[in-house]
């Protein structure tokens, strides 16, 4: 299982803008497709963005395309997702994942590898 850790969470206010970091153990990185879930309190696990194992296919949750964006850099064992334009509404704790694969899933059971989570809050 690929260790994950992200990195990037805090407070910000409305409109302002975040990028959150995840950093993977694994010498194999390049060969997991990774994504970004969000979770607020009393719901459940919504899916952000994924990004295949090559970079080649990056998938971005409808409702946040044009403010979210996903990219990795295998170089650093990393993948990043930058937040723009934040409303109290993006208030999460917010999951790094990996599946191995190429295929980008936007079901959080298909992935078998979580960080722990990191806050972000969005409140002037």
């Known amino acids: 299982q690929v260790q994950l850790v992200e990195s990037g969470g805090g407070l910000v206010q409305p409109g302002g803008s975040l990028r959150l970091s995840c950093a993977a153990s694994?010498?194999?990185?390049?060969?997991?497709?990774m994504a970004w879930f969000r979770q607020a309190p009393g719901k459940g696990r919504e899916f952000l963005a994924a990004?295949?194992?090559?970079?080649?296919?990056?998938v971005v949750a409808d409702s946040l395309r044009g403010r979210f964006t996903m990219s990795r850099d295998d170089a650093k064992n990393m993948v990043s997702l930058q937040m723009n334009s934040l409303t109290p509404e993006d208030t999460a704790v917010y999951y790094c994942?990996?599946?191995?694969?190429?295929?980008?899933?936007?079901?959080?059971?298909?992935?078998?590898?979580w960080g722990q989570g990191t806050q972000v809050t969005v409140s002037s």
């Open positions: 694994e010498r194999t990185f390049n060969t997991y497709t």
């Open positions: 990004i295949s194992w090559n970079g080649g296919i990056t």
């Open positions: 994942a990996a599946r191995r694969g190429s295929n980008t899933k936007r079901n959080h059971d298909e992935y078998s590898s």
